[in-house]
C-alpha cells in the first residue's frame, strides 16, 4: 500500500427532489461536469444504497456509467450516524475510505444536496483528510444557499440551526432565541423541517415571532413548484400566501 497512489474523495451533489412526487430534468440542475466524475466512480459512501442506486441511473441516462451498477462497491454510513448526525467526532469512518487508500477514486453521497451541509458525511471527510486523501467538493445545488439567496436577508453573516424541537414548548422558546439573536446580531437564523410538518412550524412561527421580524420561506427548490417568499411577520399574517409546503422547505428569519 506504500508505493500506491491514493485516490481522491469527491464529494457528489444530488438533486433537491427526493422524496418529491416529481423530479427535475437532472440536466436542468446538475453540471455536466459533476455528472461526468459521478458516471465513472466505482466506490461509494452513502446514507442509502437504494437511492443512491436510483440516482446513478439518473446518471446513466445521461452519462453513461463506466462501471454496471452490480459491479459497484456501495457502502452505507451507520444508521445512528446518518440519523443523529456525525460531526461530534465520535465515528470512525476510516475503515470506509480503504478503496482510496487502495488507489480508487471514491464518491461521497447524500439523499440531497451537498453531503456534509445539512446531511451526514463530516465523519468521511475528515478522514479522509486525516489519510492524507485529496477531497474534492463538486459543484450542484444546496437548498440553504439557495434559500438564503432568496431571503433577502443578510447574507454576509447566518447560521444553519438544524431542525427545531417538536414539543410546542420548547419550539416556541427556541424560536424567540433565534428571533432574538437575530434581531440583536443582524444573523440570519436558518432551519429547515420535516415536510410533513411544515405547517405546523408555519403557523408556530407566526403566533411567537415579532410583526417586524422577517420571514423567508422557500419550498421545492429546482423543482417546477418552487415558491419563495419573503416579508415580515405582519405581512404573512395579512396576505396569508399560500406556497407547497408538502415540499422541502428551508425557513429564514432575520431583520
Request: proline share 6%; charged share 20%; with cysteine.
Amino acid at each position: 500500500m506504500n508505493g500506491t497512489v491514493k485516490g481522491r474523495l469527491y464529494l457528489v451533489p444530488a438533486p433537491l427532489d427526493f422524496g418529491c412526487d416529481t423530479q427535475a430534468p437532472l440536466q436542468d440542475v446538475m453540471p455536466s461536469g459533476t455528472l461526468q466524475v459521478a458516471a465513472r466512480l466505482s466506490c461509494w459512501i452513502c446514507e442509502n444504497a437504494k437511492s443512491t442506486r436510483a440516482y446513478l441511473k439518473r446518471i446513466n441516462e445521461q452519462h453513461p456509467l463506466a462501471h454496471t451498477l452490480q459491479s459497484l462497491q456501495i457502502q452505507e454510513l451507520p444508521r445512528e450516524v446518518h440519523k443523529k448526525g456525525d460531526h461530534t467526532g465520535n465515528f470512525d469512518a476510516r475503515p470506509l475510505l480503504m478503496a482510496a487508500m487502495e488507489g480508487h477514486d471514491m464518491g461521497l453521497v447524500s439523499e440531497a444536496g451537498m453531503p456534509a451541509i445539512a446531511d451526514p458525511g463530516s465523519s468521511v471527510v475528515r478522514a479522509a483528510h486525516d489519510l492524507g486523501l485529496q477531497v474534492v467538493p463538486l459543484t450542484g445545488p444546496m437548498s440553504l444557499m439557495l434559500a438564503l439567496a432568496a431571503s433577502g436577508l443578510n447574507g454576509q453573516n447566518f447560521a444553519f440551526v438544524g431542525y427545531l424541537p417538536q414539543d410546542s414548548g420548547e419550539r416556541t422558546q427556541r424560536i424567540r432565541e433565534l428571533e432574538s439573536l437575530a434581531l440583536k446580531t443582524g444573523q440570519t437564523q436558518l432551519f429547515i423541517e420535516t415536510p410533513y410538518r411544515n405547517v405546523a412550524l408555519l403557523q408556530a412561527l407566526l403566533q411567537t415571532l415579532q410583526g417586524n421580524t422577517r420571514l423567508a420561506l422557500s419550498c421545492g427548490l429546482t423543482l417546477d413548484k418552487a415558491s419563495s417568499r419573503s416579508m415580515q411577520v405582519s405581512g404573512w399574517k395579512r396576505d396569508k400566501p399560500v406556497l407547497p409546503l408538502d415540499q422541502p422547505t428551508v425557513f429564514c428569519i432575520g431583520r
